[in-house]
């Protein structure tokens, strides 16, 4: 089992920026790439950003590219989202999720097996 709990959250304009953490505990965290997701009210969840067990592979959606960069910590158990430029539209509840195929950092949800209890991200406008 792995255990995540994200941070970071909160209320900023549009244009500011946030980070989001996302600890982990239980399993060995450099066991597992590390996945980004977000879910707007009445939507899907959708793919944010990805990063392998090294932190030397990353994988974004087109929609966050150039603004949002994830990376991670290993000796500290944590992953980070680095959002900049916010926009109205990237208001969601992020959630971070634990994939047990450490080497390549996917978009797919299903490859994911752990999953934190999200931190609301609201933009205004």
């Known amino acids: 089992q792995v255990q995540l709990v994200e941070s970071g959250g909160g209320l900023v304009q549009a244009g500011g920026s946030l980070r989001l953490s996302c600890a982990a505990s239980?399993?060995?965290?450099?066991?597992?790439?590390m996945g980004w997701f977000r879910q707007a009210r009445g939507k899907e969840r959708e793919f944010v950003a990805a990063?392998?067990?090294?932190?030397?592979?990353?994988n974004y959606a087109e929609s966050v590219k150039g603004r949002f960069t994830i990376s991670r910590d290993n000796a500290k158990n944590t992953v980070y989202l680095q959002m900049n430029n916010l926009k109205p539209e990237d208001t969601a509840v992020y959630y971070c999720?634990?994939?047990?195929?450490?080497?390549?950092?996917?978009?797919?949800?299903?490859?994911?097996?752990?999953w934190g209890q999200g931190t609301q991200v609201t933009v205004s406008s």
């Open positions: 239980g399993r060995t965290f450099s066991n597992y790439a």
């Open positions: 990063i392998n067990w090294r932190g030397d592979s990353t």
């Open positions: 999720a634990a994939d047990r195929r450490p080497g390549t950092p996917v978009q797919a949800i299903v490859q994911y097996e752990y």
